[in-house]
T-cell receptor, first 117, second 113 residues
Framework: GAVVSQHPSWVICKSGTSVKIECRSL??????MFWYRQFPKQSLMLMAT?????????EQGVEKDKFLINHASLTLSTLTVTSAHPEDSSFYIC?????????????FGDGTRLSIL | SQQGEEDPQALSIQEGENATMNCSYK?????LQWYRQNSGRGLVHLIL?????REKHSGRLRVTLDTSKKSSSLLITASRAADTASYFC?????????????FGQGTTLQVKP
């Protein structure tokens, strides 16, 4: 099956730091990637849809200036949490999709656990 | 709402028993997908069932779809302790050209050895 690699898997940093998370599609060209966050014992919340070569589409309530998304190539999307604060601590998960989108599953990375001190 | 609603929220069974999880949704779909999430990991795709299909099998998994009732079920037969995970259904409404999915709260399955 398709493989999506997410890095780092775990990061701890001080408040005010910016943190970059990478999501790579290893064996297919992902024109679309998705970013989710998940709090303990809760479901995945879709943050944004990342489109190769264009601006990301953010879900309502997600601050685009806080969560910067770049999808510069067909195999890499990055999420940067800018000036992170303790409330940004969460489990961030990416997924990749390819056409035809109406009948293809998403392929998920293993997530990044972010802890802000 | 575009998400599926899973039922029950939690399920605890003994190893060897079957586990059934249900999913309901509100608007018409292109397909419905089931995913599994082990604790602290990403989601793993299990089965995608198209709107014109009624049943699909994959190993010990059986998924049914009733579009008239807007519902689906996932059956895991002869469960194992390794099946302990959260299970999510995701209706694909085809309303966008990106394959965007919205996830519900899921069913947390515990299989006791």
């Amino acid at each position: 099956g398709a493989v999506v690699s997410q890095h780092p898997s775990w990061v701890i940093c001080k408040s005010g730091t910016s943190v970059k998370i990478e999501c790579r599609s290893l064996d297919f060209q992902a024109t679309t990637m998705f970013w989710y966050r998940q709090f303990p014992k809760q479901s995945l919340m879709l943050m944004a849809t990342s489109n190769e070569g264009s601006k990301a589409t953010y879900e309502q309530g997600v601050e685009k200036d806080k969560f910067l998304i770049n999808h510069a190539s067909l195999t890499l999307s990055t999420l940067t949490v800018t000036s992170a604060h303790p409330e940004d601590s969460s489990f961030y998960i990416c997924s990749a999709s390819r056409p035809p989108y109406s009948n293809q599953p998403q392929h998920f990375g293993d997530g990044t656990r972010l802890s802000i001190l | 709402s575009q998400q599926g609603e899973e039922d029950p929220q939690a399920l605890s069974i003994q190893e060897g028993e079957n586990a059934t999880m249900n999913c309901s949704y509100k608007t018409s779909i292109n397909n419905l997908q089931w995913y599994r999430q082990n604790s602290g990991r990403g989601l793993v795709h299990l089965i995608l069932i198209r709107s014109n299909e009624r049943e699909k099998h994959s190993g010990r998994l059986r998924v049914t779809l009733d579009t008239s009732k807007k519902s689906s079920s996932l059956l895991i037969t002869a469960s194992r302790a390794a099946d302990t995970a959260s299970y999510f259904c995701a209706p694909n409404h085809g309303s966008s050209n990106t394959g965007k999915l919205i996830f519900g709260q899921g069913t947390t399955l515990q299989v006791k050895p």
